[in-house]
């Protein structure tokens, strides 16, 4: 029997690639839901090849060629939550994946997350009502993939190393990255991915996004989470277990590879990405630390992670509306971080017991962050 998956973010990046995957192992996996932003029509090239029962729209529903289109916060509740699915893909970005998210989980869902925002504005949360329901949360980003499929016994793990791939400032001066313009930032060397996600790369955010992430998934402490520059994006993270062995995951740049793997999980099959590795093709391969003082954001997310609380809240939404500013073209790249850590600095650190104080705090912070960015040139 085909295993039956819905993919939240259906026109986005993973959410394509997905469907590449999908289509590519049709005799496996059977698409029952498909939800979208505002490509209608990317929506309706899928709708016509995958023919899923349920199609959710978060706006232009008029002219989404299905008989009857989803929408609204309960309409993408309703299909995640849909008990025909065996996994739902998370593929949306930023805080739209956490509701969506709690609802698969509440009726017994597996979930394939691609949305760290997830985890990274509400984990405990997340983590406890997966384990209450018995719900496997499966890791798409690769780094996570990597470390998801290194570890055999949790109880062993001394260490998580995560690599970046330094982004496409990596060798670029200060000067440069200040005066560097949007199609600069968004020119990854290793991936392909949204423009929020690379502008997140470019300053090192992401890799502090996935170091909270790895905290709520793994369980291991802050401590124990070490962040590498990998510039050759081979190696994708590695785990250190506590008699001193390492063991690593590596393969080419390819989010074909950590999809599939989540989405058919716990089985391995010949893929659209698969092919034998070659060492000698690779030839060397590069470490080094990360630049605290080049990549600001980096310490600041991992700043926010340790204090817990509402700290990753607040960091994460006033990051996305600085980065959105960005993209609108409001505000310059070196804007973002002084933008970022100026919001963090106005809110106090607070307990949040509930979905619901998340979303409060995490409005007031992009009402307060669009106030300080709009107009504005430099902060």
Known sequence: ???KISIIGSTGSIGTQALEVIEKLGDELEVYGLAAGSNTELLNKQIKKFNPKKVYAFKNTENVDFNRVLTGEDGLKELASDRENDIVLMA???RHGLKPTLAAI???IDIAL???ETLVMAGEIVMQEAKKHNVKILPVDSEHSAIHQCIKNIADVSKLIITASGGPFLNKSSYDMAHSDIKQVL??????MGKKITVDSATLMNKGLEVIEAHHLFGIDYDDIEVVIHPQSVVH???EYKDGSVIAQLGLPSMHIPIQYAITYPERLVGIKSKSFSFSDIARL???KPDFGKFPCLRLALKAGRTGGSAPVVMNAANEEAVYAFLGGVIGYNDIYPAVEKIYNKFDIQELNSIDEIFELDNEVRLKTKELLTGAVKV
């Open 1 to 3: 029997m085909k295993r």
């Open 92 to 94: 949306v970005s930023g």
């Open 106 to 108: 509440n009726n017994g």
């Open 114 to 116: 691609a949305n760290k």
């Open 187 to 192: 020119n990854h060397p290793r991936w392909k």
């Open 237 to 239: 993270s590695a785990v």
């Open 286 to 288: 590069d470490f080094s």
